[in-house]
């Protein structure tokens, strides 16, 4: 470092620590210990309108097979080149065509996949199939085997959200192909969601997949029709609006380990007054349309868009129509290390 600053006395004395590959705190503690969280992320919104036809696209162009995963990775300006939606998730598109399977593979990041299009998706998770359904929201754990698969006649794209970068700090991503294309089915559909999902838990139960949610496929007609009557039965928030969390049901806490999960429901007119907090969010429009203002700027959105919001900029919301929107942030890892902190403005 130049150290432009400071006095030619002091520069001759950096000169002499750097080829020891030591620096002087002083010149650089109010840079890495700032007075407020900093983010370098920059608030973005993707136009699903305008990366649908693209990622059709890339059906034409490759297969399933041939890219493993065929997905539009959706990249914040600030990180180009880098596959990160915020400066600590990945968020993508991924398209399955009629017919094909995605192969089966593991992988130390956890995942997410929210289903935007299609009604015969599937995906596998540890020997359990679930079919995909437009606004669930499933998960696949660290190193469980998965595969995907569209067993319909029309394009299936859903959302993928991943902690990948998270992993990258630590060096820690690596995965493992399958020797086949599809993994094997140990279990029938819906047996994660009647061992745990119905109000009802085995004796001592533990989930599989370790501090992950032992219910990997959320549905969202049960998950509307929760955030609408929760919506009827209390003042909504002033900042939340109406907003439901995905949880654990062994614990109670957030779904997976490093992403927490949530969705927010707004009626027509209704908005929120502004907050922020320290961690980032990616923003998926189930339903509805509106903006969301984020710092000095404004995004309008619609149907199936994507925003990505940077930690600790004010943010607030405005429906123009009834709206359901989908959030994943990397506050799981902020509240388990004891760093989150978020601030509420009364204007």
């Avoid at 000169?15 to 840079?31: F, M, N, R, S, Y």
């Avoid at 608030?43 to 059709?56: D, E, K, N, V």
């Avoid at 969390?245 to 949530?262: E, F, K, L, V």
């Amino acid at each position: 470092m130049a150290y432009e600053s400071a006095s030619p006395e002091r520069r001759a004395y950096y000169d002499k620590l750097a080829p020891l590959h030591t620096a002087p705190l002083w010149e650089v503690l109010g840079t890495i210990v700032p007075r407020e969280p900093t983010s370098k992320s920059k608030a973005h919104l993707w136009r699903y309108g305008a990366l649908r036809p693209l990622l059709l696209e890339a059906g034409e162009l490759l297969t399933a097979r041939e890219a493993e995963r065929r997905v539009l990775v959706l990249e914040n300006p600030a990180y180009a080149g880098q596959s990160r939606s915020t400066s600590t998730l990945y968020a993508g598109l991924q398209l399955i065509l009629p017919g094909e399977t995605a192969p089966a593979h593991r992988h130390t990041p956890s995942a997410l996949r929210f289903m935007i299009e299609g009604e015969q998706g599937f995906t596998e998770v540890g020997g359990e199939r679930t079919t995909m359904r437009e606004g669930d929201f499933v998960i696949t754990p660290p190193w469980a085997w998965h595969d995907h698969g569209n067993e319909g006649d029309e394009p299936v794209i859903w959302m993928d959200g991943l902690d990948i970068p998270i992993l990258q700090y630590f060096e820690s991503v690596f995965s493992d192909p399958y020797e086949e294309e599809q993994h094997p089915l140990s279990r029938p559909e819906g047996d994660s969601m009647a061992r745990y999902g119905q109000g009802l838990l085995p004796m001592d139960a533990t989930s599989p997949y370790g501090m992950t949610s032992p219910i990997f496929n959320y549905p969202y007609d049960r998950t509307r029709e929760a955030l609408v009557k929760s919506a009827q039965g209390a003042v909504p928030d002033p900042h939340l609006a109406t907003t439901l969390r995905y949880s654990n049901p062994i614990d109670g806490g957030w779904a997976m380990p490093a992403m927490a999960t949530w969705m927010t429901h707004l009626k027509r007119g209704q908005s929120t007054l502004p907050m922020r907090s320290t961690d980032s969010q990616v923003m998926h429009v189930v339903e509805g349309s509106g903006s969301v203002t984020i710092g000095d700027q404004t995004f309008n959105f619609g149907p199936k868009d994507v925003v990505a919001l940077p930690g600790w900029q004010r943010r607030s919301l405005v429906a123009s129509d009834d709206c359901f929107v989908f959030f994943f942030s990397d506050r799981a890892v902020h509240e388990k290390l004891g760093f989150y902190r978020e601030q509420r403005f009364s204007a």
